[in-house]
Protein backbone atom coordinates (compact mmCIF):
# COMPACT_ATOMS: atom_id res chain seq x y z
CA UNK A 1 0.00 0.00 0.00
CA UNK A 2 1.33 3.12 -0.92
CA UNK A 3 2.17 5.86 1.63
CA UNK A 4 0.98 9.48 1.14
CA UNK A 5 3.35 11.72 2.27
CA UNK A 6 1.19 14.47 2.48
CA UNK A 7 -1.72 12.90 5.09
CA UNK A 8 1.19 10.45 6.79
CA UNK A 9 2.68 12.08 9.84
CA UNK A 10 5.09 9.22 10.71
CA UNK A 11 6.73 9.20 7.07
CA UNK A 12 6.87 12.82 7.50
CA UNK A 13 8.94 12.49 10.44
CA UNK A 14 11.15 9.31 9.34
CA UNK A 15 11.56 11.58 5.77
CA UNK A 16 12.29 14.62 7.96
CA UNK A 17 15.30 12.31 9.71
CA UNK A 18 16.45 10.66 7.48
CA UNK A 19 17.30 13.73 5.07
CA UNK A 20 19.18 15.22 7.86
CA UNK A 21 21.02 12.03 8.81
CA UNK A 22 22.05 11.76 5.22
CA UNK A 23 22.94 15.38 4.77
CA UNK A 24 24.89 16.25 8.72
CA UNK A 25 27.44 12.97 8.41
CA UNK A 26 28.18 13.88 4.94
CA UNK A 27 28.58 17.74 5.05
CA UNK A 28 30.85 17.17 8.15
CA UNK A 29 32.70 14.57 6.10
CA UNK A 30 33.45 16.59 3.49
CA UNK A 31 34.80 19.39 6.11
CA UNK A 32 37.29 17.06 7.80
CA UNK A 33 39.02 17.99 4.02
CA UNK A 34 38.54 21.91 4.18
CA UNK A 35 38.33 23.16 8.27
CA UNK A 36 35.46 25.41 7.10
CA UNK A 37 33.46 24.60 10.03
CA UNK A 38 36.03 24.31 12.33
CA UNK A 39 39.56 23.16 12.95
CA UNK A 40 38.36 19.21 13.86
CA UNK A 41 41.74 18.42 15.46
CA UNK A 42 40.98 20.33 18.63
CA UNK A 43 38.46 17.24 19.07
CA UNK A 44 40.65 14.23 19.46
CA UNK A 45 41.39 12.81 23.12
CA UNK A 46 44.91 12.90 23.56
CA UNK A 47 44.42 8.93 24.54
CA UNK A 48 43.93 8.48 21.19
CA UNK A 49 46.45 10.93 19.29
CA UNK A 50 48.74 8.89 21.59
CA UNK A 51 47.65 6.15 19.88
CA UNK A 52 48.03 7.18 16.11
CA UNK A 53 50.49 6.27 13.94
CA UNK A 54 49.74 9.17 11.47
CA UNK A 55 49.25 12.63 11.76
CA UNK A 56 45.79 14.04 13.25
CA UNK A 57 45.15 15.98 9.66
CA UNK A 58 45.28 12.52 7.83
CA UNK A 59 43.75 10.48 10.68
CA UNK A 60 40.48 13.34 10.67
CA UNK A 61 40.43 12.75 7.02
CA UNK A 62 39.93 9.09 7.63
CA UNK A 63 37.45 9.75 9.93
CA UNK A 64 35.68 12.43 7.05
CA UNK A 65 35.69 9.79 4.53
CA UNK A 66 33.91 7.04 7.34
CA UNK A 67 31.39 10.10 7.77
CA UNK A 68 30.49 10.52 4.08
CA UNK A 69 29.93 6.85 3.70
CA UNK A 70 27.59 6.71 6.56
CA UNK A 71 25.67 9.40 5.37
CA UNK A 72 25.76 7.83 2.45
CA UNK A 73 24.58 4.51 4.32
CA UNK A 74 21.41 6.22 5.02
CA UNK A 75 20.59 7.35 2.41
CA UNK A 76 20.76 3.92 0.45
CA UNK A 77 19.74 1.83 3.97
CA UNK A 78 18.24 4.00 6.24
CA UNK A 79 18.05 0.90 8.51
CA UNK A 80 21.75 0.15 8.65
CA UNK A 81 23.06 3.72 8.05
CA UNK A 82 21.02 4.86 11.24
CA UNK A 83 22.73 2.36 13.58
CA UNK A 84 26.19 3.40 12.23
CA UNK A 85 25.46 6.84 12.74
CA UNK A 86 23.99 6.03 16.43
CA UNK A 87 27.40 3.96 16.90
CA UNK A 88 29.01 6.73 15.80
CA UNK A 89 28.01 9.61 17.67
CA UNK A 90 28.80 7.52 20.91
CA UNK A 91 32.31 7.76 19.72
CA UNK A 92 32.22 11.08 19.54
CA UNK A 93 30.94 11.36 23.23
CA UNK A 94 33.27 9.16 24.43
CA UNK A 95 35.96 10.95 22.86
CA UNK A 96 34.59 14.05 24.29
CA UNK A 97 34.22 13.01 27.30
CA UNK A 98 37.94 11.60 27.35
CA UNK A 99 39.08 14.80 26.94
CA UNK A 100 37.32 16.28 29.31
CA UNK A 101 36.20 19.38 27.16
CA UNK A 102 33.19 20.49 24.99
CA UNK A 103 30.49 18.61 26.92
CA UNK A 104 27.91 20.83 25.51
CA UNK A 105 28.71 19.27 22.01
CA UNK A 106 28.77 15.60 23.63
CA UNK A 107 25.28 16.65 24.99
CA UNK A 108 24.71 18.11 21.32
CA UNK A 109 25.93 14.43 20.09
CA UNK A 110 23.59 12.51 22.73
CA UNK A 111 20.37 13.96 21.53
CA UNK A 112 21.86 13.64 17.89
CA UNK A 113 22.39 9.45 18.64
CA UNK A 114 18.71 9.33 19.71
CA UNK A 115 17.27 11.11 16.47
CA UNK A 116 19.59 8.12 14.91
CA UNK A 117 18.26 5.53 16.89
CA UNK A 118 14.72 6.71 16.42
CA UNK A 119 15.57 7.12 12.43
CA UNK A 120 16.66 3.15 12.77
CA UNK A 121 13.58 1.94 14.53
CA UNK A 122 11.16 4.39 12.24
CA UNK A 123 13.14 2.34 9.03
CA UNK A 124 13.03 -1.23 10.71
CA UNK A 125 9.05 -0.04 11.06
CA UNK A 126 8.93 0.91 7.49
CA UNK A 127 10.36 -1.93 6.14
CA UNK A 128 8.43 -3.98 8.04
CA UNK A 129 4.97 -1.92 6.98
CA UNK A 130 6.16 -2.15 3.20
CA UNK A 131 6.34 -6.32 3.63
CA UNK A 132 2.63 -6.57 4.22
Given amino acids: MPIDLKTNYFYQ ?15 AGLDKF ?16 KLLPITPTVFMRGIGVIEIIAGLLVALK ?19 FLLGDYF ?14 ALARMAAGLEAYERI
Fill in 78 to 96: PRLGAYIVFIWLWLIIINL
Fill in 13 to 27: AYYLLRSGYVFLPIV
Fill in 34 to 49: TDILTSWEIYLSPVFL
Fill in 104 to 117: DIALRDFVLALGAL
